[in-house]
């Protein structure tokens, strides 16, 4: 008689019952944080025998040597394997929560937003699983979901953008999925009816990237040719002050002319790069800034002598 022989049991879906296990008990308002929460998805990650909850409220291993192994970080293969269940964790909670007619930050996902990017400061996670789980978020919700929860990401963005500004081996791969995530939101958002929401979206990438993000400099210099037919200034110079120049001091050119005089410099970058050119250039620009900044002192001055003014005429009325 031939004898059948039991399938081993999945090591994965073992392990994310018992992460699952864990997630659950941490996306509770009284839930699991800090160390616990640490030693808790450690544990859940490296020990066979499933994590009890203890009657302090956290969860703790029936076995001792899961506590000495929780005091260790996990290999990248185990941060694999918690990037998994957890990005599979936010798919059952949303679903349960579709079932149940509930929005995406009452099922808890901003809980569980908020306990991976502190699995990932304390290096018990990959620093792209909280990426990782909001481009999954990004992706399951409606627009109009993600018009509601996204300002709570935006809370989050010092904490996020700590993620990507480490060493480039532990950032990099954070940092990619970030950029990809926002350009994907860019391409669903209409920008007539979304302009507010693209506008946040680019804020927020500008706010959590650095200045030298290759994905937003232009390293070649490249630039796109631009046919545009530039009016030449030659009406002669009356002294009669010109719209926008100011007639108290300020630079020798106005104002307007300075900043029109701007558009061949955009219009052709390589040409503003001679030295002749180059120099024209800055002094429309100091100009221009100067200009500006004139106007900007002067607001509040002029609006504390209206105030004064209204001030005096109620008192002279009364």
């Not at 956290?58 to 290999?75: G, I, P, Q, R």
């Amino acid at each position: 008689a031939q004898t059948r022989t039991m399938a081993p049991p999945d090591r994965f879906a073992l392990t994310k019952e018992r992460v699952a296990a864990v997630l659950e008990e941490a996306i509770k308002a009284d839930g699991l944080r800090g160390a616990p929460l640490i030693d808790a998805v450690v544990s859940a990650i490296r020990d066979g025998s499933p994590p009890v909850v203890a009657a302090s409220g956290s969860l703790s291993s029936v076995d001792d040597k899961a506590e000495k192994k929780a005091a260790d970080l996990l290999d990248p293969e185990e941060k694999s394997t918690l990037d998994l269940s957890m990005r599979i964790f936010l798919d059952s909670v949303l679903t349960k929560a579709k079932a149940s007619k509930l929005s995406a930050e009452e099922a808890g996902v901003v809980e569980l937003l908020d306990r991976s990017i502190e699995l990932a400061g304390a290096n018990a996670a990959d620093w792209n699983t909280p990426f990782a789980l909001i481009e999954d978020l990004f992706d399951l919700l409606l627009i109009s979901e993600l018009e509601s929860i996204f300002p709570l990401i935006e809370y989050r963005g010092d904490a996020l953008a700590k993620l990507m500004g480490g060493p480039p081996s532990s950032s990099q791969r954070a940092k990619l999925t970030f950029i990809r995530t926002c350009n994907e939101l860019l391409r669903r958002l209409s920008k007539s009816m979304n302009t507010n929401f693209c506008g946040r979206v680019l804020m927020l990438m500008a706010y959590m990237l650095p200045l030298s993000e290759r994905s937003g400099v232009n390293l070649k210099g490249l630039h796109a040719p631009s046919h545009l037919l530039l009016e030449q200034d030659d009406e002669p110079d009356t002294g009669a002050p010109r719209p926008g120049e100011s007639t108290e001091g300020g630079p020798a050119e106005s104002l307007y002319a300075s900043f029109w005089g701007l558009q061949s410099a955009f219009a052709d970058p390589s040409a503003a790069m001679a030295s002749e050119a180059w120099a024209v250039l800055v002094e429309r620009l100091e100009a221009v800034l100067q200009g500006f900044a004139n106007i900007v002192s002067t607001e509040p001055a002029a609006d504390t002598t209206a105030g004064a003014s209204a001030a005096a005429e109620a008192g002279d009325t009364g």
